[in-house]
């Protein structure tokens, strides 16, 4: 006895054992490009982000021949990094230890006498001159903040920087003409 729902060949199936014919997703016209804005939306504020913040180093990585532009804030983490040869507001010539008298928190007064003995023959050795001989030049430093002080931090970074706050160009090691 046969079955008449069975199909006759065994390879095939009948449509009735199949079930319906699956029914294609439903998509609307432009969703495609849809999700393609969405991604963009997302991807180009992320790639503005990180070109803004290429040249952002560490204040506390900062190295000798590292050349910078000064944050006009008091406080910061990070400042931004340039190649010697593009314009920049300062260099650092030394970094030290401070090893002076035990402060709970750097206080720039008492950092100022360190920085005096510790930076000015820095100064000399790096840019072939005395700081006196450079009347457009001046020195400045970075130190750490008060909590980065009360774990144990002490360096002090000093830089070059001209005296009316203009760029430089270029690096001042063994030449003191900005």
């Known amino acids: 006895m046969t079955d008449p729902a069975a199909p006759s060949d065994p ?3 009948s449509a009735e054992a199949q ?4 029914t294609p997703p439903a998509t609307k016209p432009g969703s495609r490009k849809a999700g393609l804005i969405a991604i963009a939306i997302l991807v180009v504020p992320l790639a503005l982000i990180l070109w803004a913040v290429k040249d ?4 506390a990585d900062l190295k000798v021949g590292d050349c910078f532009n000064i944050p006009t804030a008091t406080t910061f983490q990070t400042v931004e990094t340039h190649p010697c040869a593009e314009a920049h507001t300062g260099e650092v010539f030394h970094t030290a230890e ?4 035990e402060l709970a928190v750097p206080i720039t007064f008492a950092l100022s006498g360190f920085v005096d003995t510790a930076c000015g023959p820095a100064f000399q050795a790096y840019a072939g001159q005395s700081i006196d001989e450079s009347p ?4 400045g430093y970075l130190y ?9 931090d002490r360096t002090i970074t000093c830089y070059i920087a001209r005296v009316d706050d203009g760029t430089m160009t270029g690096s001042l090691k063994a030449s ?3």
């Open 56 to 59: 952002n180093q560490a204040a």
């Open 176 to 178: 003191a003409a900005p």
């Open 136 to 139: 457009d030049l001046t020195i």
């Open 144 to 152: 750490p903040t008060g909590d980065a002080w009360s774990d144990g």
């Open 11 to 13: 390879g095939t199936v």
């Open 19 to 22: 079930g319906p014919a699956p």
């Open 98 to 101: 401070y090893d002076g008298r």
